[in-house]
């Protein structure tokens, strides 16, 4: 199954996402991040300069997902923020398409806290700019992300990632896998 952790920046994914391939040895991890990564040297960039924004990002990420899932047969966890609801809607439709089992995860954190954390991480070491850069974008859309939260498809497991501990969210995740 595909357990795709969503939410704003500075919800705690990553770190849920840590916890989760902890107790799921045999799970695989993939972050999308890295397609958009790879598009971002080899195609010309969207005028928002956001990846998410190219149709072969949400192409590729389905199709790797989908590709994980049925070569190795085991959990892929997947922490990606992912609220422009179009987009997710494609993603998790194409997935569905290829019947790949989706469990679909988002950290609630309110605004004032994803704000608290996002200016305390360091999110570039040793590039000062980078860094500045990275934190405006995160800070710029943390909004946008939170109002995501009404617009969730049926079945999302909804958890309080500004309450619970990474290890409490992790043993909810486990508790809504099948079998």
Not at 115 to 137: C, G, N, S, W, Y
């Amino acid at each position: 199954m595909i357990v795709w952790i969503n939410g704003a920046f500075g919800a705690g994914k990553t770190t849920l996402a840590e916890e989760l391939r902890r107790r799921l040895p045999d799970a695989l991890s993939f972050d999308p991040e890295h397609i958009g990564l790879l598009l971002r040297f080899s195609a010309p960039p969207p005028e928002t300069g956001d990846f998410q924004d190219l149709p072969l990002w949400r192409r590729t990420t389905a199709e790797f997902a989908t590709g994980l899932h049925r070569e190795y047969g085991r959990h892929v966890v997947t922490p990606m923020t992912l609220v422009n609801p179009d987009y997710r809607d494609e993603i998790f439709k194409a997935l569905a398409a290829a019947d790949v089992p989706l469990l679909h995860v988002f950290l609630d954190v309110s605004p004032d806290e994803l704000r608290r954390r996002i200016t305390e991480q360091v999110l570039v070491p040793h590039d000062p700019k980078a860094d500045a850069e990275a934190r405006a974008f995160r800070l710029g859309n943390v909004d946008r992300c939170v109002a995501a939260r009404a617009d969730l498809p049926a079945g999302t497991l909804v958890l309080d990632g500004g309450r619970y501990d990474p290890a409490r969210l992790a043993d909810q995740v486990l508790a809504a896998l099948p079998g």
